[in-house]
């Protein structure tokens, strides 16, 4: 893949060894909870949501803008000032420079994009072993999160369609909308399995319903999985590093709370007979094929 772009410009990666993790899914599936019990533990860095990967990934080889290593500096920069949630407040001219000064031979995306997040940690004043990302929507980046960190980790969150359409609806995001958000509940889905099958070895996929039930043995499977420490207390809401940072955002309340299974069902049991008919026939064969209760 991107064999053309390969042959000129700077590269993806360089074979860094480092293995940072992604946790995508379809939003509303659990991702900010998880991103709260992972940052629990020290050294794990997981900044706010990163959209500004998209722009980027596409731009660079469009544009074949990487042939210039400042250009590319600035256009990183800028764009995860402009396209993240809250990462600076400002241009981060202190990194631009920094990493315009970084050697020819080191030179790569992944270089770049792994520099920013320890960067941000170091504003958070995390001392950071290792980072991950929280972004549900870079579930459509995978073709090229894999070809720039190949030994990256991905962590799918997997919950029923019909709950997750229900809490889309309720944050407000799509309106009184149902069929938008079940068409991103099934393209999301779709997209992470075909990924699963092409590389089953660099994906974990956990189910919202049995995080939620069974907290302390699922965070003992993802935390095997990354190959990083359980401390005791990882499931306590004041031990994570991101708290103040969720307290920021009305639709993240729920992951600042104790973890409960309350939330599951509560698409079927609260959804209209009318909703509930506009998006059977967008869910219902996925629903089906991962064993989630078909609606009627």
């Known amino acids: 893949m991107h064999n053309a772009f390969l042959k000129k410009g700077i590269p993806w990666h360089l ?42 990934c596409w731009r660079f080889e469009k544009y074949r803008m990487l042939e210039d290593w400042d250009t590319s500096v600035d256009i990183a920069a800028i764009a995860h000032f402009e396209s993240t949630q ?19 031979k080191d ?20 001392q950071c072993t290792r980072w991950g990302d929280k972004t549900p929507l870079n579930v459509n980046l995978l073709p090229y999160l894999i070809d720039i960190f190949p030994d990256a980790k991905f962590i799918h969150l997997l919950r029923d369609g019909v709950d997750v359409v229900h809490s889309w609806k309720k944050q407000g995001h799509y309106g009184d909308d149902v069929i938008k958000p079940a068409q991103r509940w099934y393209k999301s889905v ?56 969720l307290k920021k955002h009305e639709h993240y309340k729920n992951a600042l709370k104790p973890i409960t299974n309350d939330f599951v069902g509560k698409g079927r049991r609260l959804l209209s007979k009318e909703e509930k008919v506009k998006i059977k026939p967008i869910i219902n064969d996925l629903l089906k094929e991962y064993e989630y209760l078909p609606l009627q």
Do not use: M
């Not at 974990?204 to 993802?222: A, C, D, F, K």
């Open 86 to 104: 809250g990462w600076f407040k400002e241009i981060p001219e202190q990194f631009i420079r920094i990493a315009k000064k970084c050697p020819k």
């Open 15 to 56: 074979n860094e060894k480092e293995s940072p993790f992604f946790i995508i899914g379809s939003g509303r599936c659990g991702t900010t909870l998880l991103r709260r019990v992972l940052t629990s533990v020290e050294g794990i860095h997981i900044p706010p949501e990163n959209w500004a990967l998209h722009d980027l």
């Open 190 to 245: 779709t997209t992470a399995n075909n990924f699963i099958e092409k590389y089953p070895d660099k994906f974990l996929q956990i189910r919202y319903e049995n995080l939620v039930q069974n907290p302390q043995i699922v965070t003992e499977e993802v935390c095997n999985y990354l190959s990083i420490s359980l401390p005791d207390n990882i499931l306590k809401v004041e031990q994570s590093s991101v708290t103040d940072d």
């Open 107 to 126: 030179q790569s995306i992944y270089w770049l994009l792994d520099s920013l997040y320890r960067y941000h940690s170091k504003l958070k004043d995390i």
